[in-house]
């Protein structure tokens, strides 16, 4: 009788009838009296979301203290009920760290003991019978060692979910690490790891080398080996994406073209994380999109609204931070506010959607209803990065550093591994004028993306940069905010180094260049002050051909100002990188090439004899700005000067008797503009000129450029015609 209502207990299971599992259940526990069953049923229990009645089955039958697995499922009971103090009580606080090692000694004696027993069998009838009889009870009492650590790697699990329930992380990453030593299978111990970022990415790589893949058991032991190298190829693809770029692609295509997974959402949403830290946006959306549209909403019932809600609900909690960010970089605003709302009346119970709704507003510039949504994100999942980050980018926008300094504080504390909090912690310093406190945060930045532990003052990481000795990996705008620190200490050769590495670590990393405009202005800047006036010109140029030919603006040029990612909501190992974005400090496609106009115009005037090319720069720069306080105004001042200048030089030409006094003052005029800048900060003199003769001829030159447009007008319809 009892198998037979065994097998109908696991039929109405099967069909998801999980009331008549729990009668049938009780039933089968009231005839047999077993721990297995009493055990089964309390599994349906929880199942059903039915603790309390899971926990009192387990407490009446004293299965607590008389089976592991029984005393795992009653502490994963009180955690679901948010009871974390007992189950710690029931898992106790210490972590069982010599099945560690045991464990995985025990399979390779177990694989020993069958390999030698498969050989025997062949040789002796009566021995090979015994041995099978040994063999099988062997196997068996294996099996339930097997059993045994699985549950006391998930205890472990469990007990790491208490302690960061109770904020205390570096007890946490400990027990989940344990977990995954303990049991290489358990993934929510290592998927904690990976997604709440309490690894950097060198650590997150040494802790992957030192888990036994090889202590997997399956059935078919000739296929063991392969199943471990499987493993090891899934679990790759959850690393931050900066610790090895070049594992992390052969992971990606081995799983993709070797076992036909190039179309599953996970290697999928891998992809899109790695453009996104290449700042690659459209190509990243592309793939996100994809996903969200792979539900099957073809049915010919649903009118176009509905097929958009429905590919919008569903799919894995990783994918809708990338996916929000990304559209938060394209500027799709309109996608945004739909799936906001799709997302707050179809989830409202999720974080994710008050994060959606967070970063809607911020898009749109409503910095106080954004933080406010962003603010409950958080609270509804403390250990949302996203949230975090978005909450303190808010205040960062609104200048209030004092607060951002704060939150992003609260980020670093609660993501160990992630070197962004420490970034952006660097920045609002750096905003500040709080030179030492930034180097310190920036530098912890650099240690934490490349690896590389640097320790010292400035003048000691420069000293390493021109020797070699420093390992200049991780992320690229950590080197580009360091040099910055670097320019604002005079310290011009390691900055320009640092610039340069930057755009090199940036390439061989397949970022789309659009994105690193701003470093290469911050080194062409640099190479200006260093009086290496071509390559800063060469450097200018190049940044007009990127910006012009490129997509989505960057940020500021002026060093100092830096490059702020502003909308960088998905930190996971994603974890996920820092991408610049120009939303932080409000610049967009107009300002960009203005600055840049502007910049090659103060280069040109620097240089000497190409006043009339530096003129023609400072003109566009105005047209393009169109007077701009902040932008046009600097443009339009130096527009006024250089003109002078130009005046000053016809009259050199127009005026042979008096080319020496007239050289004289155009060389003293050049030389005051050159001694107004002071560390990167562009003073630029409005004195008018002493010449009245120079200013007559203004009118002059003007009238000049004018037919010079209209020469290339004419040149430019003719060809048109």
Same mark, same amino acid.
């Given at each position: 009788?009892?198998?037979?209502?065994?097998?109908?207990?696991?039929?109405?299971? +099967?069909?998801?009838?999980?009331?008549?599992?729990?009668?049938?259940?009780?039933?089968?526990?009231?005839?047999?009296?077993?721990?297995?069953?009493?055990?089964?049923?309390?599994?349906?229990?929880?199942?059903?979301? +039915?603790?309390?009645?899971?926990?009192?089955?387990?407490?009446?039958?004293?299965?607590?203290?008389?089976?592991?697995?029984?005393?795992?499922?009653?502490?994963?009971?009180?955690?679901?009920?948010?009871?974390?103090?007992?189950?710690?009580?029931?898992?106790?606080?210490?972590?069982?760290?010599?099945?560690?090692?045991?464990?995985?000694?025990?399979?390779?004696?177990?694989?020993?003991?069958?390999?030698?027993?498969?050989?025997?069998?062949?040789?002796?009838?009566?021995?090979?019978?015994?041995?099978?009889?040994?063999?099988?009870?062997?196997?068996?009492?294996?099996?339930?060692?097997?059993?045994?650590?699985?549950?006391?790697?998930?205890?472990?699990?469990?007990?790491?979910?208490?302690?960061?329930?109770?904020?205390?992380?570096?007890?946490?990453?400990?027990?989940?690490?344990?977990?995954?030593?303990?049991?290489?299978?358990?993934?929510?111990?290592?998927?904690?790891?990976?997604?709440?970022?309490?690894?950097?990415?060198?650590?997150?790589?040494?802790?992957?080398?030192?888990?036994?893949?090889?202590?997997?058991?399956?059935?078919?032991?000739?296929?063991?080996?392969?199943?471990?190298?499987?493993?090891?190829?899934?679990?790759?693809?959850?690393?931050?994406?900066?610790?090895?770029?070049?594992?992390?692609?052969?992971?990606?295509?081995?799983?993709?073209?070797?076992?036909?997974?190039?179309?599953?959402?996970?290697?999928?949403?891998?992809?899109?994380?790695?453009?996104?830290?290449?700042?690659?946006?459209?190509?990243?959306?592309?793939?996100?999109?994809?996903?969200?549209?792979?539900?099957?909403?073809?049915?010919?019932?649903?009118?176009?609204?509905?097929?958009?809600?429905?590919?919008?609900?569903?799919?894995?909690?990783?994918?809708?931070?990338?996916?929000?960010?990304?559209?938060?970089?394209?500027?799709?605003?309109?996608?945004?506010?739909?799936?906001?709302?799709?997302?707050?009346?179809?989830?409202?119970?999720?974080?994710?959607?008050?994060?959606?709704?967070?970063?809607?507003?911020?898009?749109?510039?409503?910095?106080?209803?954004?933080?406010?949504?962003?603010?409950?994100?958080?609270?509804?999942?403390?250990?949302?990065?996203?949230?975090?980050?978005?909450?303190?980018?808010?205040?960062?926008?609104?200048?209030?550093?004092?607060?951002?300094?704060?939150?992003?504080?609260?980020?670093?504390?609660?993501?160990?591994?992630?070197?962004?909090?420490?970034?952006?912690?660097?920045?609002?310093?750096?905003?500040?004028?709080?030179?030492?406190?930034?180097?310190?945060?920036?530098?912890?930045?650099?240690?934490?993306?490349?690896?590389?532990?640097?320790?010292?003052?400035?003048?000691?990481?420069?000293?390493?940069?021109?020797?070699?000795?420093?390992?200049?990996?991780?992320?690229?705008?950590?080197?580009?905010?360091?040099?910055?620190?670097?320019?604002?200490?005079?310290?011009?050769?390691?900055?320009?180094?640092?610039?340069?590495?930057?755009?090199?670590?940036?390439?061989?990393?397949?970022?789309?260049?659009?994105?690193?405009?701003?470093?290469?202005?911050?080194?062409?800047?640099?190479?200006?002050?260093?009086?290496?006036?071509?390559?800063?010109?060469?450097?200018?140029?190049?940044?007009?051909?990127?910006?012009?030919?490129?997509?989505?603006?960057?940020?500021?040029?002026?060093?100092?100002?830096?490059?702020?990612?502003?909308?960088?909501?998905?930190?996971?190992?994603?974890?996920?990188?820092?991408?610049?974005?120009?939303?932080?400090?409000?610049?967009?496609?107009?300002?960009?090439?203005?600055?840049?106009?502007?910049?090659?115009?103060?280069?040109?005037?620097?240089?000497?004899?190409?006043?009339?090319?530096?003129?023609?720069?400072?003109?566009?720069?105005?047209?393009?700005?169109?007077?701009?306080?902040?932008?046009?105004?600097?443009?339009?001042?130096?527009?006024?000067?250089?003109?002078?200048?130009?005046?000053?030089?016809?009259?050199?030409?127009?005026?042979?008797?008096?080319?020496?006094?007239?050289?004289?003052?155009?060389?003293?005029?050049?030389?005051?503009?050159?001694?107004?800048?002071?560390?990167?900060?562009?003073?630029?003199?409005?004195?008018?000129?002493?010449?009245?003769?120079?200013?007559?001829?203004?009118?002059?030159?003007?009238?000049?450029?004018?037919?010079?447009?209209?020469?290339?007008?004419?040149?430019?319809?003719?060809?048109?015609?």
């Amino acid at each position: 009788m009892d198998k037979y209502l065994r097998t109908w207990r696991q039929d109405a299971l +099967n069909k998801g009838q999980n009331d008549a599992a729990i009668y049938i259940g009780d039933k089968v526990l009231a005839l047999t009296n077993n721990d297995s069953d009493a055990f089964w049923l309390a599994q349906v229990h929880f199942g059903n979301n +039915n603790f309390t009645r899971a926990l009192g089955l387990l407490s009446r039958k004293d299965l607590i203290d008389r089976s592991l697995s029984c005393r795992y499922l009653a502490a994963h009971c009180y955690i679901k009920q948010g009871r974390y103090e007992q189950a710690l009580d029931i898992l106790g606080e210490d972590n069982p760290t010599h099945l560690v090692t045991t464990s995985h000694n025990a399979r390779r004696k177990l694989a020993h003991i069958n390999g030698h027993a498969s050989r025997n069998v062949t040789h002796r009838g009566i021995r090979a019978q015994r041995d099978r009889i040994e063999l099988s009870e062997e196997r068996e009492r294996d099996r339930e060692s097997e059993k045994e650590l699985k549950f006391q790697a998930g205890m472990c699990y469990l007990r790491g979910v208490c302690f960061a329930k109770r904020n205390a992380f570096d007890r946490a990453r400990e027990c989940y690490k344990d977990a995954v030593r303990i049991d290489v299978q358990c993934f929510e111990a290592f998927d904690q790891l990976m997604k709440n970022s309490m690894l950097s990415p060198a650590e997150e790589l040494a802790f992957l080398d030192e888990l036994d893949f090889d202590s997997i058991r399956i059935d078919d032991q000739s296929l063991a080996q392969e199943a471990a190298h499987f493993t090891k190829l899934l679990y790759t693809t959850r690393l931050s994406k900066y610790s090895s770029p070049a594992t992390l692609a052969n992971a990606t295509e081995t799983l993709s073209t070797h076992y036909n997974l190039a179309s599953n959402p996970d290697l999928l949403l891998t992809r899109a994380e790695t453009l996104y830290t290449q700042c690659r946006f459209y190509d990243a959306l592309a793939i996100t999109t994809s996903i969200l549209n792979s539900q099957d909403s073809s049915t010919s019932s649903l009118d176009a609204y509905s097929k958009n809600t429905n590919a919008s609900l569903g799919h894995s909690p990783r994918l809708y931070p990338l996916h929000l960010a990304l559209l938060f970089e394209t500027g799709a605003n309109n996608t945004l506010f739909h799936l906001s709302h799709t997302l707050s009346t179809h989830a409202p119970h999720e974080a994710y959607t008050y994060l959606a709704i967070g970063t809607y507003y911020l898009s749109t510039f409503r910095i106080a209803e954004a933080r406010r949504f962003f603010s409950k994100a958080s609270l509804m999942d403390p250990h949302s990065a996203p949230a975090w980050i978005g909450f303190a980018h808010t205040f960062a926008a609104e200048g209030e550093h004092d607060q951002a300094i704060a939150a992003y504080s609260t980020a670093a504390r609660l993501f160990q591994g992630s070197h962004l909090p420490q970034l952006f912690l660097g920045m609002q310093h750096l905003a500040l004028n709080n030179m030492q406190l930034a180097w310190e945060y920036c530098l912890a930045a650099f240690e934490m993306s490349s690896g590389t532990i640097q320790s010292g003052t400035e003048e000691e990481f420069s000293n390493g940069i021109f020797n070699g000795t420093t390992n200049l990996g991780g992320d690229p705008l950590v080197l580009n905010e360091i040099g910055v620190i670097l320019y604002h200490q005079a310290n011009l050769p390691a900055a320009a180094k640092l610039f340069h590495k930057s755009l090199e670590l940036a390439s061989e990393l397949g970022c789309n260049m659009t994105a690193w405009v701003a470093s290469r202005a911050n080194l062409a800047h640099t190479l200006r002050r260093l009086g290496r006036f071509e390559e800063s010109l060469a450097e200018f140029d190049e940044c007009l051909r990127t910006a012009t030919g490129g997509a989505a603006p960057a940020s500021a040029f002026e060093p100092g100002r830096g490059m702020t990612a502003f909308a960088n909501l998905s930190l996971n190992g994603t974890g996920m990188g820092l991408t610049p974005s120009g939303a932080a400090s409000g610049y967009d496609e107009r300002n960009l090439i203005g600055s840049i106009h502007t910049s090659r115009g103060l280069v040109l005037l620097s240089m000497g004899g190409r006043t009339r090319e530096a003129v023609m720069a400072l003109h566009e720069a105005v047209r393009v700005l169109g007077g701009d306080a902040g932008g046009g105004g600097v443009a339009g001042t130096l527009l006024s000067r250089a003109m002078e200048y130009w005046a000053l030089e016809e009259d050199l030409e127009m005026d042979d008797e008096d080319s020496a006094s007239q050289a004289g003052s155009v060389v003293a005029a050049r030389g005051s503009l050159r001694s107004s800048k002071r560390k990167g900060k562009e003073v630029v003199s409005t004195r008018p000129s002493a010449s009245t003769k120079g200013l007559s001829n203004e009118r002059l030159i003007e009238q000049r450029m004018d037919g010079d447009a209209d020469d290339m007008l004419d040149a430019a319809l003719g060809t048109v015609r």
